[in-house]
């Protein structure tokens, strides 16, 4: 028995499609079959080979969603209950998370443990089915899976997928009052959801910053009272904030969008004794002047860092799509589904962003 899977042989390489043998499930193994899978933008970071240390050939895909075809084993989640053959499920992508270095267990920072692997990026496509991009995904003992709950259709969540997840964690680190003002720099998937998130945390304005207007548009829906693109000076942009917030500047700045420039505009737009969280910048993007006395110390400002997610963010994103997937349209970011033939299309339509979000439906993508 053998899948298909669609193979990121080597960066700017085209994706190839290769049959891969099925595993064999140790003790609390599982088989998914795969119903949908992302194409994110880390998908576009790694064809472009600017992430460290990944072992080509990869089977990309890292949010997913499957359904168990086979299992060796009772496996439980989180809350104790048996999966069974059948269930929709998605799983944390991190892996191997150690519970024993210095990070986990001193620091608990535990998405800075140098031993966690990630389906889709830092496992070989040698090593098995251990990404998305597939007929089957292989649950290796442990991988920490959730079962879908009956009112969350997969669209819903994997419209979210891991730009929701990151958005979770944005916002944890954020810590975002009832009633403050929120700016949001970067109008993507992380940056749609951050918007989401920050409306249902009680922000009162939320302020979309991005490009093209489709998606500030999309952001308006996704809950921002107002919206500024990159067309605007961002000089005029900061007047613009300014007179929206009765001259002080937002309680919370959000970086979402990656680009470098975006750091110092959020240090401008924040008001003074705010908060910065910069969670856009996955990978190196290269540097950027700040100005430390007029633009942290002085201020009196709270820069943080937002790295990964753990698996309390990733629980506590299933819960909320569940219960706000009716009204937040999460489902419509995603723009098309591919076939796993049509991989390379939808690698090059998220990397020209032709499309908010576009996912790999190996099977059809019937759920
Ligand atoms: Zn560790
Ligand atoms: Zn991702």
């Not at 535990?110 to 966690?116: K, L, N």
Request: with cysteine; hydrophobic share 40%.
């Amino acid at each position: 028995m053998s899948y298909r899977a669609a193979v990121m042989t080597a960066p700017h390489e085209p994706i190839a499609i290769q049959s891969l043998p099925a595993p064999v499930l140790e003790p609390g193994a599982a088989l998914l079959r795969v119903v949908y899978s992302e194409v994110c933008g880390t998908d576009v970071h790694l064809h472009h080979g600017r992430l460290a240390g990944v072992p080509y050939p990869i089977i990309p895909g890292h949010v997913s969603v499957g359904v168990i075809e086979e299992m060796a084993g009772p496996i439980h989640d989180v809350e104790g209950r048996a999966f069974q053959i059948g269930d929709r499920v998605t799983f944390l992508d991190v892996h191997e998370t150690c519970g024993r270095c210095y990070h986990c267990l001193v620091t608990k920072q535990s998405t800075r443990c140098p031993h966690r692997r990630v389906y889709g990026i830092t496992y070989s496509a040698h090593d098995g089915l251990l990404g998305g991009w597939a007929e089957a995904l292989w649950m290796k003992p442990g991988v920490h899976m959730l079962r879908l709950p009956d009112e969350l259709d997969a669209e819903t969540f994997i419209g979210g997928g891991c730009g929701l997840v990151t958005g979770i964690h944005a916002v944890e680190r954020a810590g975002i009052g009832l009633g403050d003002s929120v700016a949001v720099l970067g109008a993507g998937p992380v940056g749609q959801s951050i918007v989401a998130l920050s409306a249902l945390s009680g922000a009162s304005r939320i302020i979309a910053v991005g490009d093209p207007a489709s998606r500030l548009e999309f952001a308006r829906r996704m809950g921002a009272t107002d919206t500024l693109g990159l067309n605007v000076d961002p000089a005029d942009r900061l007047h613009t904030v300014r007179d929206l917030t009765s001259g002080f500047g937002v309680d919370v700045v959000i970086e979402a969008s990656g680009a470098p420039d975006a750091v110092p505009q959020a240090l401008d737009l924040v008001r003074d004794g705010g908060r910065v969280v910069v969670c856009g910048h996955y990978t190196d993007n290269g540097d950027v002047r700040i100005h430390p006395h007029w633009q942290i110390n002085r201020k009196h400002v709270e820069l943080r860092g937002c790295w990964g997610s753990d698996f309390s963010h990733f629980h506590r994103a299933l819960k909320v799509a569940a219960k706000h997937g009716q009204q937040v349209p999460w489902r419509e970011m995603v723009s098309k589904t591919y076939s796993l033939d049509q991989a390379n299309d939808a690698l090059g339509a998220v990397a020209r962003r032709e499309v908010v979000k576009a996912l790999i439906g190996p099977g059809g993508g019937a759920a």
